[in-house]
């Protein structure tokens, strides 16, 4: 069992930047495709971005590609999401998930293939 704890959230003009960190414990980290979703009030949660459990592959949703990073130090057991150029648009609760894989390159986008959440952090970008 992996709990995960999100932090970093916060309110941001446009165009700033913040980092969320995601703490793992209870499991091995290195085992876990990590993901990242949010979820804005009024509308499901989507996919921002994944990272393969040895931090080779990642895949982002066109919204933010370009502006967020994903990564992780599997040796502290957390995985980072670096967001730049935010955007009123970016405004939503933040979440990052973990898929147990046995694949080392694998990365997962859809919801369903993720068994543990954190309890979310939120981000508001100011106009």
């Known amino acids: 069992q992996v709990q995960l704890v999100e932090s970093g959230g916060g ?4 165009g700033g930047s ?3 960190p995601c703490a793992a414990s209870g499991g091995t980290f290195s085992s876990y495709v990590m993901g990242w979703f949010r979820q ?3 509308k499901q949660r ?9 931090g080779g592959h ?7 590609k370009g502006r967020f990073t994903i990564s992780r130090d599997n040796a502290k057991n957390t995985v ?5 150029s935010l955007e009123p648009e970016d405004t939503a609760a933040y979440y990052c ?3 147990p894989t046995l694949f080392h390159s694998g990365i997962y986008y ?3 293939n993720y068994n543990y959440w954190g309890q979310g952090t939120q981000v508001t970008v100011s106009s």
């Not at 309110?11 to 446009?14: C, D, G, N, P």
């Not at 996919?47 to 040895?54: L, M, Y």
């Open 110 to 112: 859809r919801e369903v």
């Open 58 to 64: 990642t895949y982002y949703a066109d919204s933010v």
């Open 40 to 42: 804005a009030p009024g």
């Open 46 to 54: 989507e996919f921002v971005a994944t990272i393969s459990r040895d």
């Open 97 to 99: 998930a973990a898929a």
């Open 11 to 14: 309110l941001v003009q446009a």
């Open 18 to 20: 913040l980092r969320l």
């Open 80 to 84: 980072y999401l670096q967001m730049n």
